[in-house]
T-cell receptor
Framework: DSGVTQTPKHLITATGQRVTLRCSPRSGDLSVYWYQQSLDQGLQFLIHYYNGEERAKGNILERFSAQQFPDLHSELNLSSLELGDSALYFC????????????FGPGTRLTVL | LAKTTQPISMDSYEGQEVNITCSHNNIATNDYITWYQQFPSQGPRFIIQGYKTKVTNEVASLFIPADRKSSTLSLPRVSLSDTAVYYCLVVPVRDHSGTYKYIFGTGTRLKVLA
């Protein structure tokens, strides 16, 4: 158990819909990262927040957005969903920034039908 | 950006030492090399991190030559439970704007056979 929690575990929805994935970092961690992993694909970095502020952005689509709240939990919003958005979405947290070990949550499996 | 290249897959037998090499030709002076392990349908798990020479912990060793253009993860005496995907990650990777990213690459799928 990494100490990072993600909800929900599974999510099934239809194309065109909007969903919100939630992540609670480990106690004391200030950074939250979001990754997307499609079937048999590597991890695609989406975005990094540190203490409520966006610090780095990867290959995140404009239909996707994220935020980190004052209590440090984070939400990833996916809108206008397409079939290709079906994937495992991982959240990770670290104490501070780039060189710190990232602790990954169990992931949210999103299925878009 | 410091793109990493690893073998796509490797097979080994229980009890053997496994070495997985990652090349990162464009690594920058301040970048570190980190390795993660991932089991199916689970989040990656940190294995080891290093900057140069050799780093060892209770599960692995990491060898980094002087030019730092590659690194080798060494797993001593693997068991069936070491079957997983292993990712080499160079952190932080900065693009031309100075923004850094985390590029995991495709990883190496290690299969340990009995």
């Amino acid at each position: 158990d990494s100490g990072v929690t993600q909800t929900p575990k599974h999510l099934i929805t239809a194309t065109g819909q909007r969903v919100t994935l939630r992540c609670s970092p480990r106690s004391g961690d200030l950074s939250v990262y979001w990754y997307q992993q499609s079937l048999d694909q590597g991890l695609q970095f989406l975005i990094h927040y540190y203490n409520g502020e966006e610090r780095a952005k990867g290959n995140i689509l404009e239909r996707f957005s994220a935020q980190q709240f004052p209590d440090l939990h984070s939400e990833l919003n996916l809108s206008s969903l397409e079939l290709g958005d079906s994937a495992l979405y991982f959240c990770a947290s670290s104490f501070a920034g780039a060189l710190d070990t990232q602790y990954f949550g169990p992931g949210t499996r999103l299925t878009v039908l | 950006l410091a793109k990493t290249t690893q073998p796509i897959s490797m097979d080994s037998y229980e009890g053997q030492e496994v070495n997985i090499t990652c090349s990162h030709n464009n690594i920058a002076t301040n970048d570190y090399i980190t390795w993660y392990q991932q089991f199916p349908s689970q989040g990656p798990r940190f294995i080891i991190q290093g900057y140069k020479t050799k780093v060892t912990n209770e599960v692995a060793s990491l060898f980094i030559p002087a030019d730092r253009k590659s690194s080798t993860l060494s797993l001593p005496r693997v068991s069936l439970s070491d079957t997983a995907v292993y990712y080499c990650l160079v952190v932080p990777v900065r693009d031309h704007s100075g923004t850094y990213k985390y590029i995991f690459g495709t990883g190496t799928r290690l299969k340990v056979l009995a």
